[in-house]
Structure formats: structure tokens, C-alpha cells
């Protein structure tokens, strides 16, 4: 059974979002003309503050995966700024893109796609001090060691492959390599969904306690909300390539603002009996709309139990409803006092997106 994990105050903000887009062109016909868009992440805002954990959750093609990747420039976006650490990332040239990658650093869901079967568990971590830095041999093995012990794989099998492994310890191996160069923020993609249920629990344990050791910073997308319950600070909930929903955990959890939320949470099972007997879950109709072509209006009005003639009108803006809380629904429109949008970087939307109180 996992802990409850102890408060914790972030102080600074590590990763500020702005405005980010993701989108995919669709070419069709025979000249190959450009005829639309895949909107994955369409116009997002946030921050993710130093030493915490910001769970991003949502159903599978809401884009979540996406943004985590897009943070990280996996992807070259298609407008909006990232920075990590005070350094725009989101339109920086190669040559600056490398001379950030030991900063942040990304654990992929699939450890046995991610490793290359060919090389032994030592090559794999060294890979990116190869990459990186001017190690001797001896200093690096040295290093691939340190690693392998703040993982909790045995020194002997450094020389081992891939597939002599169990998925939790290629998983390890995973998390050792994107710890390689001592980075401070990690974006963890679904890196439990391919283990076994009793291993899973094991490596959130391994990313809390090498949180607590190195000062990590991440970004855990997950679609299983018990674990980011678990394991986050603060949650952010993604539907059709929107943020409808961020703020932090217990309170989201507890009273959630964005109809999308209630229904996402509404599914979740409780531990105690006596309160899983009354748990009303609400069933969503309809299926999610295309992200090549969002409904106008407010995107989860084909969906939405309260929706409005409004909703169906005008998109909400994302914006703060309660000290901290950020939500994009109309229900809000009266309630909320604050002017600023969500997008735009401006002074107001930083201090907005800087709500540290976590639990
Ligand atoms: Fe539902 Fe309207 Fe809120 Fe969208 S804006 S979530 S349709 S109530």
C-alpha cells in the first residue's frame, strides 16, 4: 500500500508554458495540398514549479502525451513559448536545443521500445555522457554505477541486455539514462502503463524517492488517477487538445470545478466500501470530437451534462475561479473576479499560474 506523500512548498517556477500549440498538418489529395490541421495541443498555459509534480491527466488522444513531448522539444511546436529554467526552449536552434537536453529528460512509457536491444545496460546510460560531456572511461563507468545503485539495479548486470530484464527493471534502466546528466525537470510519459500492476507502485515509489534525492521537478502524465492522486502535487486536466481544469490535488480531487473533471473523477473507484456504494458515476455520452475538427464554442459542448447556449456559442476563457484553481467553463463566468486570460505571458497571468499552494 502506498503512503500519503508529505507536503511539500515549491518556491520557484521551473517550466512556464505560454500559448502552446501542437499542431499536425493533414495534406490530402494529389498535390499533396494542406487541408487542415490535427489541433493535439491547441493553445495551452501553465507553469510546473521546481520540486513538484504536476499530474496530467485526460483521456487517451486528448493530447497530453503530446504537450509532455512538446515541452521538451521533442516536437518543433507550431506557436507559444516554453521556457524551462528561464530559457525560452520552444523556437531555440539545434545548437542551443542541445546544450539544453541534459536539463530536462523524458521516461517513456514502453521501457522495451525505448531501449535498444543491442546494447547492454552500460551502454545505454553512457549513451548520453558520451553525448554530453568529456568523461574518461573510468569516471564514466563510475558514473553508470552511481546510477544504477540510485535506481536499485545490481552492479553486475551492467553488461547485460535488455531483454534478460523484467518491465520494471527495464524501466529502471530508463529512469538511470534520463538521470545520466543530472537533470531538473523530467517529463514521465505514462511510465507505468506498461508494468504490471504489483511492480507499478515500486517504480512511483523509485521516481518519489529520487525526487526527494536530486530536487526533480516533473511532469507525470498518467491516465491512472489513483496513481497521480498519489504521486502529484498539483493536477491539470486536458480534454480535446485544451487544458479545462489545473489546480492542486486534494482539491480537485475532492470538489472538482470542470463538468469534464467531475465525470473523469466520477470513475475512479474508492478504497473505502461504505463510500463506493454511494459513488454516482457520470457516464459521458457521444465520442470524443475530432481535434481536426473541434466543435465550436466550448470543446466538450457534444459532451457536457450542463452545457449552455452559451457554450455552444463562445470558447471560455481559462482563467482562475478560486485562489489557485483554473478552470475553462462557463459556469464560472459570473464568479470569477479575475480579468487576466490565459494566455499571453503577461505579469498578471505568471503570478496566476504560480499558485504554490499544493495540498
Ligand atoms: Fe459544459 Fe458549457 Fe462548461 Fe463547456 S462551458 S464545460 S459545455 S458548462
Given at each position: 500500500m502506498?503512503?500519503?506523500?508529505p507536503?511539500?512548498?515549491?518556491?520557484?517556477?521551473?517550466?512556464?508554458?505560454?500559448?502552446?500549440?501542437?499542431?499536425?498538418?493533414?495534406?490530402?489529395?494529389?498535390?499533396?495540398?494542406?487541408?487542415?490541421?490535427?489541433?493535439?495541443?491547441?493553445?495551452?498555459?501553465?507553469?510546473?514549479?521546481?520540486?513538484?509534480?504536476?499530474?496530467?491527466?485526460?483521456?487517451?488522444?486528448?493530447?497530453?502525451?503530446?504537450?509532455?513531448?512538446?515541452?521538451?522539444?521533442?516536437?518543433?511546436?507550431?506557436?507559444?513559448?516554453?521556457k524551462?529554467?528561464?530559457?525560452?526552449?520552444?523556437h531555440?536552434?539545434?545548437?542551443?536545443?542541445?546544450?539544453?537536453?541534459?536539463?530536462?529528460?523524458?521516461?517513456?512509457?514502453?521501457?522495451?521500445?525505448?531501449?535498444?536491444?543491442?546494447?547492454?545496460?552500460?551502454?545505454i546510460?553512457?549513451?548520453?555522457?558520451?553525448?554530453?560531456?568529456t568523461l574518461?572511461?573510468?569516471?564514466?563507468?563510475?558514473?553508470?554505477?552511481?546510477?544504477?545503485?540510485?535506481?536499485?539495479?545490481?552492479?553486475?548486470?551492467?553488461?547485460?541486455?535488455?531483454?534478460?530484464?523484467?518491465?520494471?527493471?527495464?524501466?529502471?534502466?530508463?529512469?538511470?539514462?534520463?538521470?545520466?546528466?543530472?537533470?531538473?525537470?523530467?517529463?514521465?510519459?505514462?511510465?507505468?502503463?506498461?508494468?504490471?500492476?504489483?511492480?507499478?507502485?515500486?517504480?512511483v515509489?523509485?521516481?518519489?524517492?529520487?525526487?526527494?534525492?536530486?530536487?526533480?521537478?516533473?511532469?507525470?502524465?498518467?491516465?491512472?488517477?489513483?496513481?497521480?492522486?498519489?504521486?502529484?502535487?498539483?493536477?491539470?486536466?486536458?480534454?480535446?487538445?485544451?487544458?479545462?481544469?489545473?489546480?492542486?490535488?486534494?482539491?480537485?480531487?475532492?470538489?472538482?470545478?470542470?463538468?469534464?473533471t467531475?465525470?473523469?473523477l466520477?470513475?475512479?473507484?474508492?478504497?473505502?466500501?461504505?463510500?463506493?456504494?454511494?459513488?454516482?458515476?457520470?457516464?459521458?455520452?457521444?465520442?470524443?470530437?475530432?481535434?481536426?475538427?473541434?466543435?465550436?464554442?466550448?470543446?466538450?459542448?457534444?459532451?457536457?451534462?450542463?452545457?449552455?447556449?452559451?457554450?455552444r456559442q463562445?470558447?471560455?476563457?481559462?482563467?482562475?475561479?478560486?485562489?489557485?484553481?483554473?478552470?475553462?467553463?462557463?459556469?464560472?463566468?459570473?464568479?470569477?473576479?479575475?480579468?487576466?486570460?490565459?494566455?499571453?505571458?503577461?505579469?498578471?497571468?505568471?503570478?496566476?499560474?504560480?499558485?504554490?499552494?499544493?495540498?
Amino acid at each position: 500500500m502506498l503512503d500519503a506523500k508529505p507536503a511539500a512548498k515549491p518556491v520557484k517556477t521551473l517550466v512556464e508554458v505560454r500559448g502552446l500549440k501542437m499542431y499536425f498538418p493533414i495534406h490530402t489529395g494529389l498535390l499533396r495540398a494542406h487541408t487542415g490541421d490535427v489541433k493535439a495541443v491547441d493553445d495551452v498555459s501553465f507553469d510546473i514549479l521546481e520540486g513538484e509534480t504536476l499530474g496530467l491527466v485526460g483521456e487517451s488522444g486528448c493530447g497530453k502525451s503530446t504537450c509532455g513531448r512538446a515541452l521538451i522539444r521533442l516536437y518543433d511546436i507550431t506557436s507559444g513559448s516554453v521556457k524551462i529554467d528561464g530559457t525560452e526552449i520552444g523556437h531555440a536552434d539545434q545548437t542551443r536545443l542541445r546544450k539544453m537536453r541534459p536539463t530536462m529528460q523524458m521516461v517513456f512509457q514502453d521501457p522495451q521500445a525505448s531501449l535498444n536491444p543491442r546494447m547492454t545496460v552500460a551502454d545505454i546510460i553512457s549513451e548520453p555522457l558520451s553525448e554530453h560531456t568529456t568523461l574518461s572511461k573510468t569516471d564514466k563507468l563510475k558514473r553508470i554505477y552511481e546510477l544504477m545503485d540510485a535506481v536499485g539495479l545490481n552492479r553486475r548486470f551492467a553488461n547485460r541486455y535488455p531483454h534478460e530484464f523484467s518491465g520494471g527493471q527495464r524501466q529502471r534502466i530508463g529512469i538511470a539514462r534520463a538521470l545520466a546528466l543530472n537533470p531538473k525537470f523530467i517529463v514521465c510519459d505514462e511510465p507505468i502503463a506498461a508494468l504490471d500492476v504489483s511492480i507499478q507502485a515500486q517504480v512511483v515509489n523509485l521516481l518519489e524517492q529520487l525526487q526527494d534525492e536530486f530536487g526533480l521537478t516533473y511532469l507525470f502524465i498518467s491516465h491512472d488517477l489513483s496513481m497521480v492522486r498519489h504521486i502529484a502535487d498539483r493536477i491539470a486536466v486536458m480534454y480535446l487538445g485544451k487544458m479545462v481544469e489545473l489546480g492542486p490535488r486534494d482539491p480537485v480531487y475532492d470538489s472538482p470545478l470542470h463538468p469534464y473533471t467531475e465525470a473523469l473523477l466520477s470513475a475512479v473507484p474508492e478504497p473505502d466500501p461504505s463510500l463506493e456504494k454511494t459513488r454516482e458515476r457520470i457516464i459521458l455520452k457521444g465520442d470524443v470530437p475530432s481535434p481536426a475538427n473541434p466543435p465550436k464554442g466550448c470543446n466538450f459542448c457534444t459532451r457536457c451534462p450542463k452545457v449552455m447556449d452559451i457554450c455552444r456559442q463562445i470558447e471560455p476563457e481559462f482563467r482562475e475561479a478560486e485562489p489557485g484553481r483554473f478552470v475553462a467553463c462557463h459556469l464560472y463566468d459570473q464568479n470569477n473576479k479575475t480579468t487576466a486570460g490565459a494566455t499571453g505571458g503577461t505579469e498578471a497571468d505568471n503570478e496566476h499560474f504560480q499558485q504554490g499552494e499544493t495540498k
